[in-house]
């Protein structure tokens, strides 16, 4: 039992964000700040001939002008893998902060600073820019073409990185010699993050030091990135969130759409402070999205419906630039092709350039896009063999310790228990294959799947912590990692608490601050509380150590017979508050602090989700009626916390089944530029949802805790479209199933 | 065009000037420096900006300062009542309802107008009072149980 794992203790942020206290980034105001507006390209692809900026700069109060000629000519990657890309893979850098070539509509093309964002935006209206368009491509099968134009020179075309392998056994020959196949195929849309604080920067450079306040959510990498930009020493740039970030998703794993280098480079020009907020058509047009893409699996089982052969292929579109590349692909397949024992697998991803906003990360990072297609491939098969989906799941997921194609453990799983809880939640057993009749059907589905507690090994993953007593004993924590709204910093405060055995009450934590904390990759991956409680329990370990070695030292003890519980020290005959201890220390010159330095494994995280939908046949709309989420997170050692993730993932993955998609014009512009084009949902959208939580308590992370934070987004559009199989007997393979989709498949 | 415009700001007299121009929410943000309110489209999509005018909740982007004249505003700044926190804004607190935090001023200002208006709601009404008002973290979850407990503590005069 412990003191303050598994409680649902409220968030240290509570206060200052119920009281409209806490500060975001778009709250930042600094003394003699200017404000910053972007140009962005109209055409998807075009060389600019010529830029004009005379009368730009004529405008009053007008401060900096800059375009791809008076900016650094740096090749970066605006994602994290610019630091994070695993050797041997190198880091794609293809893009400027500005480019005499652009290459989606929203590129950027010229930004101004000026004393009002009126002003800046004015000015921005009179660049005067000459274009030669050039020919575009948006498809990423018609990209890989001969004869497409080119977005970048690559060696295979328009391919940034080699294609995603894995092959395990022989698939092609398990496959042909199964006594069962199915081949299915699927195509994925464009999601956003839509996060509720669009991209932003405050820069202030002066002196040879740059200090950035910014929404990305690894303030140590984007500290890299902009080092690099600006041609500056890592050690004179300081990136920090102030501290709060409305959210991210993934959107911001590094540079927040390049907002931060934008605000810097004009904050260097006019030698004033620069504050660059993107406005909403921005953020829904120029930041990352979700890669959209092609997908195909084929399975193999033999006449009992054990599965024998699995294959993943996948052609996701990148974009106009590489933020994470191979590392998305490797996760769609990897994760997907880890939920079931499969003695022969394989998987081909590739990503591939075309004129449209980068794909990047989005939360789930390839897995949602992967485990909806092996989860169409295992309900085909259910179909073919006449069994039911939950008993074919069961008879063919992973048990822990076996083998799989990743480099970790298969350690933990409770995966079993989460399909017969969300089952029973759904009422599987009386409502699916229920008798249909009428204009409005209804129907179950199910999917399961797998993510990861962290990035290894897709992409570079450790922290350092460091954890400081106080000379009346209360405890100081400080990561690098942000709290982008998931509520790592309450649960880490949970886990430094615990394993030093302070009182909850007097431990504050400082994050996101790279001045402040030492390196930290970051906050994706579901890895905050894993990895980054894995870092905090070594360096509460040596600072217990010390506590007690020293203690032992005074009382003329041995440090084993001593505890620390609750902030007192005990053992030996002798009881003292660490609060006294620490005292008396201080007055003796000695200080209790500590760093944890870890690389983390990793740990699979399991979810077994059940929805019941309503299909509107005469109208084609969709309406999820009951859903139920069943996820083995290891220890909850927050269980509100861990049901607002998964809540809210569901939410996301609800959206991505149903609503939400950005589509284009034959000219590449996007046509869903807002939230209500994007049709993102409000509250009387959303179906009752049941979160479970299935403990089981993995060996390697903190108390036993695993990744939750993506993974409640993974299997629920396959979970969705599966109940609508099971309603109209139509499995559709293009998502969102908006009416028009849902109408022509029921043609 | 800068003219003086006088209105109650959370109970208190504000006797500003500023271009007619601008929208409440510019005024609040920029003018008075009170970021509690948050931006989050500029164009009445989202619910971030909610403030309460005149007992209604309003999107204070889309809300010409000039209207204000006059007008009795609240805003989350203006929900403590001597350092104590509005019971929903503790609910939000114990019920989870809290992530990102940035839709949640604009949520709790909705809530308020509603659960003043209407004490007892049922869990329809109050997906309907804040279908204006966008989450993208909850889900609306715990954002519906927070209102809906909130309710209770109100009525049960906590």
């Known amino acids: ?747 | 065009m800068i003219k003086r415009i006088r209105f109650h700001l959370n109970g208190e007299k504000k006797e500003i000037e500023a271009d007619v121009s601008l929208s409440l929410l510019d005024v609040l943000r920029d003018v008075l420096g009170m970021t509690g309110t948050k931006h989050g489209c500029g164009k009445g999509e989202c619910g971030a900006c909610t403030v309460i005018v005149n007992g209604k909740a309003v999107n204070s982007c889309l809300f010409p300062i000039m209207k204000a004249e006059g007008a009795e505003v609240l805003t989350v700044e203006g929900l403590q009542k001597g350092g104590e926190l509005h019971p929903i804004q503790q609910a939000f607190i114990d019920k989870g309802a809290v992530q990102c935090g940035y839709c949640t001023p604009g949520m709790l200002l909705s809530a308020k107008a509603l659960l003043d208006e209407n004490p007892s709601p049922t869990r329809l009404e109050v997906k309907a009072a804040i279908g204006g008002n966008i989450c993208r973290c909850t889900g609306y979850v715990k954002i519906e149980e927070a209102i809906l407990s909130a309710a209770e503590l109100i009525k049960e005069g906590r």
């Not at chain 1, 790592?488 to 994050?511: D, H, N, P, R, Y």
């Not at chain 1, 049709?679 to 990744?707: N, Q, R, W, Y």
Request: glycine letters at 8%.
């Open chain 1, 1 to 747: 039992m412990y003191n303050y794992v598994g409680k649902s203790l409220p968030r240290q942020d509570g206060y200052d964000k119920v009281t409209g206290a806490g500060v975001f980034t778009h709250d930042v105001r600094l003394p003699d700040m200017l404000h910053a507006k972007v140009l962005r390209s109209p055409h998807a692809h075009a060389r600019i001939l010529s830029i004009d900026t005379s009368e730009a700069l004529a405008l009053e109060g007008v401060r900096a002008v800059v375009t791809w000629e008076n900016s650094p000519r740096v090749l970066f990657n605006a994602s994290d893998a610019h630091t994070g890309t695993m050797p041997p893979n190198k880091p794609v850098l293809d893009q400027y902060v500005f480019d005499n070539v652009v290459r989606y509509v929203g590129d950027e093309v010229a930004a101004v600073a000026a004393l009002t964002p009126g002003l800046a935006e004015k000015a921005c209206g009179l660049i005067k820019v000459e274009y030669e368009v050039l020919p575009a491509v948006f498809d990423p099968l018609e990209a890989m073409e001969e004869g497409a134009p080119d977005v970048h020179k690559t060696e295979l075309k328009n391919t940034p990185v080699p294609p995603f392998q894995i092959a395990i056994g022989n698939f092609q020959e398990a496959y042909e010699s199964s006594e069962y196949k199915v081949d299915v195929s699927m195509k994925v849309p464009v999601q956003k993050h839509a996060q509720l604080e669009t991209n932003a920067a405050v820069a202030d450079y002066r002196d040879g030091r740059l200090t950035v306040y910014s929404t990305t959510q690894s303030v140590h990498p984007t500290k890299q990135i902009l080092a690099l930009i600006m041609g500056m020493p890592e050690s004179k740039v300081r990136v920090l969130n102030p501290p709060y970030v409305g959210g991210a998703f993934g959107v911001r794993c590094g540079l927040s759409a390049k907002a931060e280098p934008i605000a810097a480079i004009l904050s260097r020009m006019a030698n004033k402070p620069v504050r660059c907020v993107y406005d909403r058509e921005e953020d829904f047009i120029a930041s990352d999205s979700r890669h959209s893409g092609y997908l195909q699996a084929k399975l193999g089982a033999d006449k009992d419906g054990v599965f024998q052969a699995l294959e993943i292929r996948g052609v996701l579109n990148k974009g106009a630039y590489t933020s994470f590349g191979v590392e998305v692909v490797g996760v769609m397949c990897a994760m997907s092709l880890a939920i079931y024992r499969v003695p022969n697998v394989a998987c081909h991803g590739r990503t591939v350039y075309t004129n449209v906003q980068a794909g990047g990360a989005m939360r789930g990072f390839g897995n949602p896009q992967g485990t909806a297609v092996v989860e169409m491939a295992v309900d085909a098969m259910a179909k073919k063999l006449n069994m039911d989906p939950k008993e074919i799941r069961l008879k063919n997921i992973l048990e822990a310790g076996d083998p799989w194609c990743l480099p970790f453990m298969n350690s933990s799983t409770a995966l079993a228990e989460c399909i017969e809880k969300a089952a029973e939640r759904i009422k599987w057993s009386e409502k699916r294959n229920a008798f249909k009749a009428g204009k409005i059907r209804r129907g179950v589905g199910l999917a399961v799947g797998n993510h990861v507690s962290n990035a290894w090994p897709f992409c570079v993953d450790f922290d350092s912590v460091y954890l400081r007593l106080e000379a009346d004993g209360s405890l100081q924590l400080a990561t690098g990692v942000p709290d982008i709204g998931q509520g790592s910093g309450t649960t880490l405060m949970q886990v430094a608490a615990e394993a030093l055995g302070s009182e909850f009450e007097t431990v504050a934590i400082t994050f996101s601050d790279t001045e402040t904390t030492p390196f930290d990759v970051g906050s994706h991956a579901s890895r905050t509380l894993y990895a980054v409680g894995i870092c905090i329990l070594e360096a509460a370990k040596d600072l217990k150590r010390q506590v007690l070695e020293y203690t032992a030292a005074m009382w003329g003890a041995r440090a084993e017979d001593l505890t620390l519980e609750r902030g007192v020290i005990r053992g030996a005959g002798g009881e003292t508050p660490l609060r006294e201890l620490c005292r008396e220390a201080h007055l003796l010159s000695k200080e209790f602090i500590a760093v944890g330095r870890t690389t983390p494994p990793n740990a699979p995280s399991w979810h077994a989700h059940a929805a019941e939908v309503e299909v509107d046949t005469e109208t084609g709309m969709v309406r999820v009626v009951k859903y139920v989420a069943a996820h083995d997170c290891g220890t909850a050692v927050n269980p509100q916390i861990v049901e607002g993730q998964i809540e809210g993932g569901v939410a996301m993955g609800i959206g991505y089944a149903l609503r939400e998609e950005i589509v284009r014009d034959e000219e590449g512009v996007p046509y869903n530029n807002g939230y209500h084009k994007y049709m993102l949902a409000t509250a009387g959208d959303m179906p009752e949802i049941e979160a479970i939580i299935v403990e089981c308590s993995d060996g390697s992370g903190p108390f036993g805790a695993k990744g939750v934070g993506e993974s409640a987004m993974v299997p629920s559009a396959p979970a969705i479209l599966a109940a609508v199989e099971d309603a109209v007997g139509v499995r559709y393979g293009e998502m969102p199933l908006t009416p028009e989709r849902v109408l022509n498949g029921l043609r």
